[in-house]
């Protein structure tokens, strides 16, 4: 069964600390693997998108990375700002093409306190 | 504003009402996608399409739900007889890049039903 899990389910850090979420998948075949912040009451942005062959990617103070064999990505925040405060989903597309199945996981919740 | 819109963004209906949403995406956007999303889950893929084609549908949107694109530019979900677990988010996305399918979501429309 295609499945996206995500560590922890919610987060409080104090402003300026860095963080690091988790996501584990048990996704086949795999397409690609994207992270997407979500802002209560907003749709989803995305923010990196990684396929099979990249092992990291870096979007301003977010920093994904993923190990496909593993099956294992993180996304690391730095310096946390109390605008991060948000849903951060983690997204894995199945099959040979991108659109043919998309599952996301559950979130994690994280807030930045000052 | 040039992003994905949704109308409306709020709806309150009785069970057994039809309810239409509209999703607008971004101009020129061949692929649109809709989602369901309820509280403190990841979305669930419903539908997408590729210009005014349906070419995928979930398990998850039952014979009440119906989408349409019939002109390869905004779509519409409606919903027949509405049922209380209806009562959701329901967002819409499009994409333009065939690669890297990079979903861009709209603000949600969200759905009670009483």
């Known amino acids: 069964k295609n499945q996206v899990e995500q560590s922890p389910q919610s987060l409080i850090i104090l402003e300026g600390k860095n963080c690091t979420l988790q996501c584990n998948y048990t996704v086949s075949p795999f397409s690609n693997l994207r992270w997407y912040k979500q802002d209560t009451g907003r749709g989803p942005v995305s923010l990196t998108i990684?396929?099979?062959?990249?092992n990291t990617k870096s979007n301003g103070r977010y920093t994904a990375t993923l190990d496909a064999d593993t099956k294992q990505s993180s996304l690391h925040i730095t310096a946390s700002q109390l605008s991060d405060s948000a849903s951060y989903i983690c997204v894995v597309s199945a099959g040979p093409t991108s659109y043919d199945k998309v599952i996301f996981g559950p979130g994690t919740s994280l807030s930045v306190i000052p | 504003d040039t992003g994905v819109s949704q109308n409306p963004r709020h709806k309150i209906t009785k069970r057994g009402q039809n309810v239409t949403f509209r999703c607008d995406p971004i101009?020129?956007?061949?692929?649109l996608y809709w989602y369901r999303q309820t509280l403190g889950q990841g979305p669930e893929f419903l539908t997408y399409?590729?210009?005014?084609?349906?070419?995928?549908k979930s398990r998850l949107l039952s014979d009440r739900f119906s989408a349409e694109r019939p002109k390869g530019s905004f779509s519409t979900l409606e919903i027949q007889r509405t049922e209380q677990g209806d009562s959701a988010m329901y967002l819409c996305a499009s994409s333009g890049d065939w690669q890297t399918d990079t979903q861009y979501f709209g603000p949600g429309t969200r759905l009670t039903v009483l």
């Open positions: 101009s020129e956007h061949n692929r």
């Open positions: 399409f590729q210009n005014e084609a349906q070419l995928e």
């Open positions: 990684m396929t099979f062959s990249e």
